[in-house]
């Protein structure tokens, strides 16, 4: 069992930037996967980012490559997400999912576990 607990998120101007973290309990962290996603109102879950076990393999979604960087600390049992150059419509809730699977990184089915998310807002 793995829980997960995202922070970081807050308000920040269009183009400005926040850093998500998200620790894990346990002393497993490093056999799993972690992905980040994210999910507005109405909408189903959208793959952000994710990383392999060892943080050897890095994976984004198209809209953010370039901006967005995924990376882990095994010794501290967390993932982060550090997102940059923001935009108003990447206002949503971000969530932090851990898996143990060998592919699918960008469907949420293939991630065992989740975090309660944290509130990212980007004002125009």
């Known amino acids: 069992q793995v829980q997960l607990v995202e922070s970081g998120g807050g308000l920040v101007q269009a183009g400005g930037s926040l850093r998500l973290s998200c620790v894990a309990s346990?002393?497993?962290?490093?056999?799993?996967?972690m992905g980040w996603f994210r999910q507005a109102p109405g909408k189903e879950r959208e793959f952000v980012a994710g990383?392999?076990?060892?943080?050897?393999?890095?994976y984004y979604a198209d809209s953010v490559k370039g901006r967005f960087t995924i990376s882990r600390d095994n010794a501290k049992n967390t993932v982060y997400l550090q997102m940059n150059s923001l935009k108003p419509e990447e206002t949503t809730v971000y969530y932090c999912?851990?898996?143990?699977?060998?592919?699918?990184?960008?469907?949420?089915?293939?991630?065992?576990?989740w975090g309660q998310g944290t509130q990212v807002t980007v004002s125009s």
């Open positions: 346990g002393r497993t962290f490093s056999s799993y996967n």
């Open positions: 999912a851990a898996g143990s699977f060998s592919y699918g990184w960008y469907a949420p089915s293939t991630y065992s576990y």
């Open positions: 990383i392999s076990r060892n943080g050897g393999s890095t």
